[in-house]
C-alpha cells in the first residue's frame, strides 16, 4: 500500500506539473506580448498638436549666430560638434541619440524640433529656464536645421 500512495503521489505531482508548464508558458507569452505593445520612450515621442503646429516666425533667421551659440553652450555635449548624437556625455545616457542631420529628425516640422528641443523629456532636459527669450528658442531651431546641410 506504501509503494501505491507512493507512485500516486509522483503520478499527481508530475501530472500538476504537465499541467502548469502550459499555463506557465501561456503566461510568459501574454506577458510578451503585452510588453511588445509597450511603448517604451524612445520608441515614440508624441508632440502636442499646439507644438506641432507651431509657426517659425523666424524661420531662416540667424545671423548673429545666436542658434550656433546655443548649441554649443547646451546641446553640443551630448548631441556632439556635428550634431550625430556623438558628444562626450552621450555615452553616459541610457537613451540612444538620434542623428540631427538625419531625415527622420529634418523632416519633422519646427514646432516639433522646438518641443523636444526647449521642452524635452526623459533624458532630454527642459531649457525653459535656461533659454527664457523665444526668439533665441528659434534661432536653436534654425541651427538644427542648419546642421543637415
Aim: net charge negative; aromatic share 8%; hydrophobic share 30%.
Amino acid at each position: 500500500m506504501l509503494q501505491h500512495l507512493q507512485l500516486y503521489h509522483q503520478t499527481n505531482t508530475t501530472m500538476k506539473i504537465k499541467t502548469l508548464t502550459p499555463l506557465a508558458t501561456m503566461a510568459i507569452l501574454m506577458a510578451g506580448a503585452l510588453l511588445s505593445g509597450f511603448n517604451f520612450p524612445q520608441d515614440k515621442w508624441v508632440v502636442p498638436d499646439e507644438y506641432k503646429n507651431m509657426e517659425n516666425e523666424y524661420a531662416g533667421e540667424d545671423e548673429d549666430g545666436i542658434g550656433e551659440e546655443l548649441y554649443e553652450q547646451h546641446c553640443k555635449s551630448c548631441h556632439g560638434e556635428e550634431g550625430h548624437g556623438d558628444g562626450t556625455k552621450a555615452k553616459e545616457l541610457e537613451t540612444p541619440l538620434r542623428d540631427l542631420t538625419s531625415e527622420e529628425v529634418q523632416s519633422q516640422t519646427d514646432g516639433e524640433l522646438y518641443y523636444k528641443a526647449i521642452i524635452g523629456r526623459d533624458e532630454m532636459p527642459n531649457f525653459e529656464k535656461k533659454i527664457r527669450d523665444e526668439e533665441d528658442r528659434w534661432m536653436l531651431i534654425n541651427y538644427l536645421r542648419a546642421l543637415a546641410k
